[in-house]
C-alpha cells in the first residue's frame, strides 16, 4: 500500500481538516483525513476517490447546516416558555445523608 499526501481537500465534514492522503491498495484508491482519520468511499481509480471525498464532504456538510437550523427552529418555540420547576428534594431522597443529624 502507498500513500500520496494531499494538502488543498475539501473540509473534512467532521473535523473540518483540509489535509489528508490518498491510500492506494492493489485495486482501490480513497482519501484519508490527516486530522481525524475519517474515510472516503474506495474508488477504482485516484481521481474517483478525491472526486468522492468532495462530494461527501459538502454532502454532509449541508446535512448538518440543515439540522442545525431545524434545532434553532425548534428551540426557539420553547422560547416563551418559564424556566421548569423541579419538585422540591425530599431530605430522604438524597443520595448520601450526614449520620447523627
Ligand atoms: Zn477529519
Redesign the pocket.
Request: aromatic share 10%.
Given at each position: 500500500m502507498s500513500t500520496t499526501t494531499v494538502t488543498q481537500l475539501e473540509p473534512?465534514p467532521?473535523?473540518?481538516?483540509t489535509q489528508g492522503s490518498v491510500h492506494h491498495q492493489v485495486f482501490s484508491h480513497r482519501v484519508i483525513?490527516k486530522?481525524?482519520?475519517?474515510c472516503g468511499p474506495r474508488c477504482r481509480t485516484q481521481e474517483q476517490a478525491l472526486l468522492q471525498w468532495e462530494h461527501q464532504s459538502r454532502e454532509l456538510r449541508l446535512e448538518k447546516t440543515i439540522e442545525n437550523r431545524l434545532l434553532l427552529e425548534h428551540l426557539s418555540n420553547f422560547g416563551d416558555l418559564p424556566p421548569p420547576v423541579f419538585p422540591a428534594q425530599r431530605e430522604n431522597s438524597l443520595p448520601f445523608r450526614r449520620l447523627n443529624s
Open positions: 473534512c467532521f473535523c473540518g481538516g483525513c486530522t481525524c482519520n475519517a
